[in-house]
């Protein structure tokens, strides 16, 4: 069986935990690559956990036809939009809590 490969869009604070279990423990996941704000944090990341890729920005990532799910750990304000967008691309989604920052904003999401 082939890994499902995921794009990280946000490699803060939050980042390290996910990126230590998906390339240390899953060996059915993968990192397509990665893309942040600070070009620098995601060149850490690379780097960091051996990922070949590095986006410009997350519709670059969302354009890639090698990621299969897009994996949220921006700033939790930030959910909603990076989330819609994603999905909008026809990308699956997997987002950091919260959802979104109103139950208007995690409604929405759920109805795309």
Do not use: W
Not at 17 to 27: A, C, G, P, S, V
Not at 35 to 44: F, M, N
Not at 78 to 88: D, F, I, N, S, W
């Amino acid at each position: 069986m082939k890994p499902v490969k995921i794009g990280i869009v946000g490699v803060g604070a939050i980042s390290g935990i996910y990126l230590e279990n998906i390339t240390k423990t899953f060996r059915e996941i993968e990192v397509a690559g990665v893309c942040d704000l600070i070009r620098e944090r995601a060149e850490r990341a690379a780097e960091n956990f051996q990922i070949a890729k590095i986006y410009e920005d997350m519709y670059e990532l969302f354009a890639d036809p090698e990621v299969d799910i897009v994996l949220n750990l921006t700033r939790p304000y930030e959910h909603y939009g990076v989330t819609m967008a994603a999905l909008r691309a026809g990308k699956h989604v997997y987002s950091e809590k919260p959802l979104a920052a109103s139950l208007k904003e995690g409604k929405e999401i759920m109805a795309l």
